[in-house]
């Protein structure tokens, strides 16, 4: 049977999913509604493009003739308002009611917005899209400082954009170190002085408690008592599932649209993936992970029976004139024991998580070739002896370990 497939959502979920039914079949009907004007894009790229290369053409993930060729169509500019599983239609913002016999929501996430005193005012922002970047550009030519709220990937990198054009730059981070859910003691020490040396003002275990500015922002406190000048904010706290639009169905949802492995829903015919969805307790966030998803979203759509199995997340930050990189779980606990290396000048450290044998996790700085090597051995989930690993030096453990997964 041909199915007539639509896709709420317009990103690369989508593109990924839409790729994977077109591989499948050359009949189906896929139809995309974006609630954004821009056919899919590389919104990882709008933080670290953020002061150059945002024209749409440079961003575009497919050329738009790309979906000509492969009869998808795109409606750009097109929210939808509302699911009705029963009739199986989705309903526009114009009240156009769109039939399906399968449905995909990969409408992603939104940032979530602090509860904070004055976070409405004029001259606050949040970057999730290629329009809020332009905004947050616009705004930010008659700026002189800037408060970042969040000491995340995302903030890190759009304070490493703005404080090279010569804006003042303060982060306020909640958490007692940068990075904090990628990143240790150490190494996140090691980045705030990188970026502290470029004249960025980092505060950490730092709750901005209210906003001021009567027409504009002008100033902020902390619960603490600490008074700045700023002009702008521009916060990054974790995000949201856009799930509102299955607010009227029955549609599981908790965080995230619960899905299984094979990206279904608990309502027949109806899939999710991506940043909206939620698998084993989790949304991931991550554009490889929805990638993967929409992937086997569009095949499963298909009858075809792929399973997601979550990759290990990588996190990569090159800023500041250093280069971090984590991977897998770096929380430490009782039964996690870890190998450390640090060299003499300190520019390159090393840290392997080992738990039950195995290779769980690592945070390496400076040195992307090694963190490569390690990442490969974290994926080939290799035996390890912990208890003659931690006589190794890094390099030993490399070779040692290298060896027994070729061998
Ligand atoms: C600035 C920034 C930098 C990032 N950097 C990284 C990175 O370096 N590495 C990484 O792994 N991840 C990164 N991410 C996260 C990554 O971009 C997301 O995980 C990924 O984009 C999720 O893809 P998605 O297709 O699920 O949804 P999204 O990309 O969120 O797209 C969903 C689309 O659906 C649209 N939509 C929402 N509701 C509706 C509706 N009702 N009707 C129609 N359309 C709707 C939205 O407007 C949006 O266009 C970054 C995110 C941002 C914002």
Redo the contacts with the bound molecule.
């Keep these: 049977m041909e199915e007539k497939v639509v896709i709420?959502?317009?990103?690369?979920?989508?593109i990924s999913a839409a790729k994977a039914i077109r591989e499948i079949s050359p009949h189906n009907e896929i139809i995309i509604?974006?609630?954004?004007k821009y056919y899919p894009y590389y919104?990882?790229k709008?933080?670290k493009g953020l002061l150059g290369n945002l024209e749409e053409d440079k961003l575009l993930i497919q050329k738009k003739q790309w979906y000509k060729d492969n009869n998808i169509q795109v409606h750009c500019d097109?929210?939808?308002?509302d699911v009705d599983p029963k009739s199986k239609e989705v309903v526009l913002a114009d009240g156009t009611r769109i039939s399906y016999t399968k449905l995909l929501l990969?409408?992603?996430?939104s940032n979530r917005m602090p509860l904070i005193e004055g976070i409405d005012k004029l001259g606050v922002f949040d970057?999730?899209?290629l329009d809020g970047a332009l905004r947050i550009l616009e705004y930010l030519e008659d700026v002189k400082t800037v408060l970042l709220i969040g000491g995340g990937?995302?903030n890190l990198?759009i304070a490493n954009v703005i404080s090279g054009c010569g804006k003042k730059v303060i982060i306020a981070e909640f958490a007692s170190r940068l990075m904090p859910r990628q990143l240790d003691e150490f190494a996140s020490d090691k980045l705030k002085q990188a970026i502290e040396d470029k004249g960025i003002e980092v505060m950490l275990d730092t709750q901005v408690q209210e906003i001021f500015g009567e027409e504009k922002v002008k100033r902020f406190t902390t619960q603490s008592g600490v008074q700045g000048a700023c002009d702008m904010v521009i916060y990054s706290t974790g995000i949201t599932p856009?799930v509102s639009?299955v607010q009227n169905t029955d549609l599981e949802v908790n965080n995230g649209i619960v899905v299984n492995n094979r990206m279904e829903t608990n309502i027949k015919d109806i899939f999710a993936?991506?940043?909206?969805s939620e698998f084993n307790g989790r949304v991931?966030?991550?554009?490889?992970?929805?990638m993967q998803q929409?992937k086997i979203a569009g095949a499963n759509i298909c009858n075809q029976d792929l399973i997601f199995e979550p990759s290990i997340p990588v996190t990569s930050l090159s800023a500041f004139g250093i280069s971090v990189f984590s991977m897998g779980d770096i929380e430490g606990g009782e039964d996690i024991d870890s190998l450390v290396e640090v060299s003499d000048d300190e520019q390159r450290y090393y840290k392997i998580f080992m738990q039950n044998n195995r290779i769980v996790g690592t945070i390496v700085l400076g040195d992307n070739k090694k963190f490569m090597v390690i990442k490969g051995l974290i994926e080939s989930k290799i035996d390890v002896d912990f208890n003659k690993s931690a006589k190794y030096s890094i390099d030993e453990f490399i070779k040692v370990i290298g060896n027994k997964k070729s061998s």
């Design positions: 709420i959502g317009g990103s690369i979920a989508a509604f974006g609630e954004e919104r990882i709008i933080s097109k929210k939808v308002t990969v409408n992603g996430a970057l999730r899209t990937v995302q990198e856009n639009v993936a991506g940043d909206v991931y966030g991550l554009w490889g992970t929805a929409g």
